[in-house]
DNA sequence: CTAACTGCAAAGCGTTTGCGATGAG
DNA sequence: CTCATCGCAAACGCTTTGCAGTTAG
């Protein structure tokens, strides 16, 4: 069985959350896919392999797997939520406003100055959000 | 006249864009709150001085001044967009998880490293979007 | 068994839009 | 005058929810 199966299934056995199938559809289903799909698109590819599957079932068990912190939400400003899984390595999210392409990257020296600025203004980092959006060098204008 | 109402006939002008009364009450609105507010409340706001402004208005001048460049959008993760006037001074971000206040804060180092990440992933930094969530220091966990 | 979960359809919420009336230029 | 804009209410797109039937534990 997948990790990220295991994953979902500790989480429901300490909250008393009953484990099945379109549940642990849903997280492989997400687990796969590696661009940054919203639920529609979870939704589409979850129905591939269970038919029956609800676009209600899919919006609850995505916002079950946000709490559990086994995926995580982003908004890349086109009016819907999207989603993808926690891994150990973070990294931000830079956009390509032509094409709407997502590059994954992450930068050191970034992850200390956020943590910097923040204790600059007497804070406590938790959470944070940078995304850049850019054309590519080679671009006309 | 105000700086912004100026601003906003200058616009409309090149534009032939038709300069309203409605219109110069929701930028002057938006120019007097030194929050983030969202469009209701910039509607409630706008209503105290033309108590028969609609929110179809105040939905389609929030638009008009975001193209003109005379406001700006964020969105702050609570469903709904917030904005605030366009000035020189560039700032980002922090949230205060425990209260939802909103610090803006400047740093020198970050608008270069921003420029130095995008670059090195061969793109050209056009806009960006940093947010940080967190809370007090002094704060018991 | 029975509480949690499902699919369905209806509702919720922020936002947009078609329309006939109004008003700026 | 004429076309842009207004207020209204209906529609929209994404998301949530009430309900009655189903299922995991």
Do not use: W
Not at 9 to 25: A, G, S
Not at 58 to 80: C, M, V, W
Not at 101 to 124: H, N, P, S, T
Request: aromatic share 6%; net charge negative; proline share 1%.
């Amino acid at each position: 069985m997948s990790d990220i199966v295991k994953k979902l299934e500790d989480y429901c056995k300490n909250n008393n959350i009953k484990i099945t199938e379109q549940r642990k559809i849903i997280v492989e289903t997400i687990a796969d896919s590696n661009d940054h799909p919203d639920v529609e698109q979870v939704f589409i590819r979850a129905k591939e392999h269970d038919s029956k599957i609800s676009i209600a079932t899919t919006y609850r068990t995505i916002k079950l797997l946000e709490e559990a912190g086994i995926i995580e939400k982003h908004d890349f400003g086109d009016g819907k939520s999207r989603y993808e899984l926690v891994t150990d390595d973070h990294h931000d999210h830079l956009i390509d406003i032509q094409t709407g392409d997502i590059i994954e990257f992450y930068d050191e020296e970034l992850e200390k100055l956020k943590d910097k600025i923040a204790d600059k203004l007497g804070f406590k980092l938790v959470d944070h959000r940078l995304e850049l959006y850019a054309i590519k060098s080679s671009s006309k204008k």
